[in-house]
C-alpha cells in the first residue's frame, strides 16, 4: 500500500514562511492534492495538482514536487492559515491516500 | 453554487447498520464520481468509498470492504453508503464529496466536500 507521511505539526510566525511537507515513495511522479481544514468545518481544497490553485485561494498559497517529497508553502502567514493540512494522492495499489495530516500553528 | 449535505447519522449499537444519504445540488450530479470520506474523534482524513458517475466502478479501502455499500441515483441526485457490521473504530463524522472527475482511477482533486454527518458506534 501507498503511504504518505506528514510531520505532525509547524510552527511560524505570522508574516512568515510556512512549510508543509509530504513524502511518499517516488511522489514526484503523481498528482499531489492539499487540503486546509479548519477546527470544526470541513476539508477545503487548496492546491490541486501539485502547483495548481483553485479559484478564490490566495495567492501566499504554492506547492511543489519531485521526487520523494511534496511540498504546500504558504508565505505571509496569516492568523487564519492556522488549521490542518493534508495531502492526497491516487495510487494503483491503494486508491486515494491521505497524509496524516500537519497542523500548522501561527504563533 | 455546489451544495452536498449529508444526513442519516446517528448512534448505533455495535454489529448494527445505518444508511447515510448525500443530497446533491448546484451541478450535474451525474457527471461526476463521488466518495465518501471519514475523520475519526481527533484523527485525520480516511477515504472510504468512491463510485463513478454511472455507477459502473465502485471502490472500498480495505478498512470498509464487504461491510459498506456506496450507491447512486442520479435521477434524485442522491448518494448512499449503507453501513452493515458497524463497530466501535467506525466511529467518525462521514463527509460526502465530489471528486473532480467521472470515471475509475481519478487523478483529480476533491473540490467539494459537505458538513459531515456524525456516526457513533456505542452499546
Known amino acids: 500500500s501507498y503511504v504518505l507521511t506528514q510531520a505532525p505539526s509547524v510552527s511560524v510566525a505570522p508574516g512568515q514562511t510556512a512549510r508543509i511537507t509530504c513524502g511518499g515513495n517516488n511522489i514526484g511522479s503523481k498528482g499531489v492534492h492539499w487540503y486546509q481544514q479548519r477546527p470544526g468545518q470541513a476539508p477545503l481544497l487548496v492546491i490541486c495538482y501539485n502547483s495548481d490553485r483553485p479559484s478564490g485561494i490566495p495567492e501566499r498559497f504554492s506547492g511543489s514536487n519531485s521526487g520523494n517529497t511534496a511540498t504546500l508553502t504558504i508565505s505571509r502567514v496569516e492568523a487564519g492559515d492556522d488549521a490542518d493540512y493534508y495531502c492526497?494522492?491516487?495510487?494503483?495499489?491503494?486508491?486515494?491516500?491521505f497524509g496524516g495530516g500537519t497542523k500548522l500553528t501561527v504563533l | 453554487e455546489v451544495h452536498l449535505v449529508e444526513s442519516g447519522g446517528g448512534l448505533v449499537q455495535p454489529g448494527g447498520s445505518l444508511r447515510l444519504s448525500c443530497a446533491a445540488s448546484g451541478f450535474t450530479f451525474s457527471n461526476y464520481g463521488v466518495t465518501w470520506v471519514r475523520q475519526a474523534p481527533g484523527k485525520g482524513l480516511e477515504w472510504l468509498s468512491y463510485?463513478?458517475?454511472?455507477?459502473?466502478?465502485?471502490y472500498y479501502a480495505d478498512s470498509v470492504r464487504g461491510r459498506f455499500t456506496i450507491s447512486r441515483d442520479n435521477a434524485k441526485n442522491s448518494l448512499y453508503l449503507q453501513m452493515n457490521s458497524l463497530r466501535d473504530e467506525d466511529t467518525a463524522v462521514y463527509y460526502c464529496?465530489?471528486?473532480?472527475?467521472?470515471?475509475?482511477?481519478?487523478?483529480?482533486?476533491?473540490?467539494?466536500w459537505g458538513q459531515g454527518t456524525l456516526v457513533t458506534v456505542s452499546s
Open positions: 463510485i463513478t458517475y454511472n455507477s459502473d466502478t465502485r
Open positions: 464529496a465530489r471528486f473532480d472527475c467521472s470515471g475509475g482511477s481519478c487523478y483529480g482533486p476533491i473540490d467539494y
Open positions: 492526497q494522492v491516487w495510487d494503483s495499489s491503494s486508491d486515494w491516500v
